[in-house]
């Protein structure tokens, strides 16, 4: 099995993360828009062999309306290990997961009206 990378969060415009799978300390490359990113940093998790923290800063200046991707590649190998996307501005109401989480809330509020409606109708008593 191969190199694996997990994100564990973003905090304070950091992505984090743990990579599994290489023996030794591995170069990492992260791209925005085919750029690479400065202060990558990739370091062993204590008594974890074979395991890496890797933190990567997100520049402000990547940062704008719409949804923004950022690509990390092993740099000896080229093979893509992950990526992680920055959602912000008004574009947003046209991202699909806006719109997913927007469905879900409609289908909640259908449901509520739905079951009440079940349970007035129940205790009329009336068959239509």
Request: net charge negative; hydrophobic share 45%; glycine share 8%.
């Amino acid at each position: 099995m191969g190199a694996q990378l997990m994100e564990t969060r973003i905090r304070a415009g950091v992505w984090e993360g743990v990579l599994t799978g290489m023996r030794d300390l591995p170069k990492l490359l992260v791209t925005h828009l085919e750029k690479p990113l400065s202060g990558v940093e990739t370091t062993p998790l204590a008594d974890r062999p074979g395991e890496w923290a890797v933190r990567v800063p997100i520049p402000v200046e990547t940062l704008s309306d719409g949804v923004q991707t950022y690509l990390i590649v092993d740099a000896a190998t080229e093979a893509q290990l992950g990526q992680f996307t920055v959602i912000a501005g008004a574009h947003v109401d046209d991202d699909i997961r806006a719109e997913v989480d927007l469905l879900r809330a409609e289908l909640d509020l259908l449901k509520r009206a739905f079951r009440r409606h079940c349970l007035e109708t129940a205790g009329n008593g009336s068959a239509t």
